[in-house]
C-alpha cells in the first residue's frame, strides 16, 4: 500500500512537472509570437528649396519611411553580403564620395566583368514621380530597381534565394527585418523596400546656386553669366531638358536622343519598350554635383565637363531618332564661344553640393 502511494505521488509530481514545462514552452511561444515591434514613422526631410518648388516627395503607401527600415536599407545598401562572393555592395558602384555613382566609365562586377553603361547618381528619387529607373527606364519603382544588381550577372551575380538564406543565417538581420516590418521571415521584396527607404533619404540641395535662390549666399558673375547662357535658346539651351531656377531637380527624368551616334548601338529605352521610335534614348541625368560625377553621359564616355560642354557645342551628331530639342544639330551644335564655354561650365559647377558628400547619415554604418 505504501508503495503505490509512493509511485501515485511520483506520477503526480512527474505531471506537475511536464505541465510547468508545458507552461514554460506555451510561454516563450506565446513571448515570441507578440514580441512585435512597431517601426517609427520618419518622413523624409525636406530642404526648403525643394519644399518651396516641388510637390512632396512621392513615397509608395507599401512602404513608408521608418526610422527602422532606413537603418535597414543602409545597411544592406553597404553590405557584401547581397553578392554572389561576398565582395560587392551597392557601395561599390555608387559611392558616397561620388555622389553615389561610381567614378569609372564602366563599373566591374565580382567576376572581372566590365557593365555596359555608367554608373547613375543616387540622389533626390523621391521626386521621380513618373517612376522610371535606369538610363532606359526599365524599372518602375525603387524598389524594382533594388532587386536588379544582385542578380545581373556581370554585377552582384547572385540569387536572391542565396541572399535571403545569408540574411536569415545571419546574427543580426532577422531582428532588423523585424524590427523594420514586424517579421523575421526574410524575402527579397523586404530587403528591396528596405534599400528603397535608405536611397529615398538621399537628398541633395545645398548647392551654391541653392543658397543663391534661398538669398543664403551670392555667384560670381560667371557663374550668373553661364546661368544666363544655359538659359539661352540662341546659345546653350540647356534648359528643355534639365531644368530652370524654378525645377531644382535639374533633370526633367524624360528620355531623348542627345545627339551622340549618327548609328545606334545601344537602343536604351527602345530596348524597354520594343519601339523603334525610342531607340537611342537615355534619361536625362540630374546636373547636379556633377563635379563629382565624371565620367558622362549613359557609357560614360566623356571624361570631362568640357568634353560635355564640346559635344553640345560642336559635335552633335544625326540620328532618326534624334529629338527635336537638339536644333542645332544640322551645323553641328550651338557653337559657343570659349568665354561662354568657361562660363557654362562655372554654373554647372555652382550645382554640386559638397555637404551631400560627407553627411553622416549616408556613410557605411557597418
Known amino acids: 500500500m505504501v508503495c503505490k502511494l509512493k509511485q501515485f505521488q511520483f506520477l503526480i509530481g512527474a505531471l506537475a512537472v511536464l505541465i510547468v514545462v508545458g507552461c514554460s514552452s506555451n ?31 512621392f513615397i509608395p503607401a507599401d512602404n513608408p519611411q521608418t526610422e527602422e527600415g532606413i537603418a535597414l536599407g543602409r545597411k544592406l545598401f553597404f553590405d557584401p553580403i547581397l553578392s554572389g562572393n561576398n565582395t560587392q555592395a551597392c557601395a561599390s558602384c555608387h559611392k558616397p ?3 553615389f555613382t561610381d567614378n569609372t566609365r564602366f563599373s566591374v562586377g565580382i567576376d572581372g566583368l566590365e557593365g555596359e553603361r555608367n554608373s547613375m547618381p543616387i540622389f533626390n528619387l523621391a521626386w521621380n514621380r513618373d517612376n522610371h529607373f535606369f ?9 524594382a530597381q533594388a532587386l536588379e544588381p544582385v542578380t545581373n550577372p556581370v554585377e552582384m ?11 536569415q543565417d545571419h546574427s543580426k538581420y532577422p531582428e532588423l527585418f523585424n524590427k523594420a516590418f514586424g517579421t523575421k521571415t526574410i524575402t527579397k521584396e523586404l530587403a528591396a523596400k528596405a534599400i528603397a527607404q535608405f536611397e529615398r533619404t538621399l537628398i541633395s540641395a545645398n548647392s551654391p546656386f541653392d543658397k543663391y535662390l534661398l538669398g543664403e549666399g551670392s555667384l560670381t558673375q560667371q557663374e550668373l553669366n553661364g546661368f544666363d547662357i544655359f538659359m539661352d535658346e540662341a546659345r546653350g539651351d540647356c534648359f528643355h531638358c534639365h531644368g530652370n531656377e524654378n525645377s531644382p531637380l535639374w533633370t526633367d527624368n524624360i528620355f531623348h536622343n542627345n545627339g551622340l551616334d549618327a548609328i545606334i548601338t545601344d537602343k536604351g529605352l527602345g530596348n ?12 536625362s541625368p540630374s546636373l547636379r554635383n556633377l563635379a563629382y560625377t565624371a565620367p558622362y553621359m549613359h557609357d560614360g564616355r566623356f571624361a570631362t565637363l568640357d568634353e560635355v560642354i564640346n559635344h553640345y557645342s560642336e559635335g552633335l551628331v544625326y540620328s532618326r531618332t534624334i529629338d527635336p530639342l537638339m536644333k542645332a544639330v544640322s551645323r553641328g551644335g550651338v557653337h559657343l ?20 558628400l560627407t553627411n553622416p547619415n549616408f556613410q557605411d554604418p557597418n
Open 27 to 57: 510561454d516563450s511561444t506565446l513571448e515570441e509570437v507578440t514580441e512585435q515591434y512597431t517601426p517609427t514613422p520618419k518622413p523624409l526631410t525636406v530642404p526648403t528649396i525643394l519644399e518651396r518648388l516641388l510637390p512632396p516627395p
Open 135 to 143: 538610363w532606359d527606364g526599365r524599372a518602375l519603382s525603387i524598389e
Open 272 to 283: 524597354v519598350t520594343g519601339d523603334p521610335n525610342d531607340d537611342g534614348l537615355f534619361k
Open 157 to 167: 551575380h547572385n540569387t536572391w534565394e542565396n541572399v535571403v538564406g545569408s540574411l
Open 97 to 99: 564620395a561620388n555622389a
Open 337 to 356: 564661344s570659349e568665354a561662354d564655354k568657361a562660363d557654362l561650365k562655372a554654373f554647372l559647377l555652382s550645382l554640386s553640393d559638397p555637404s551631400f
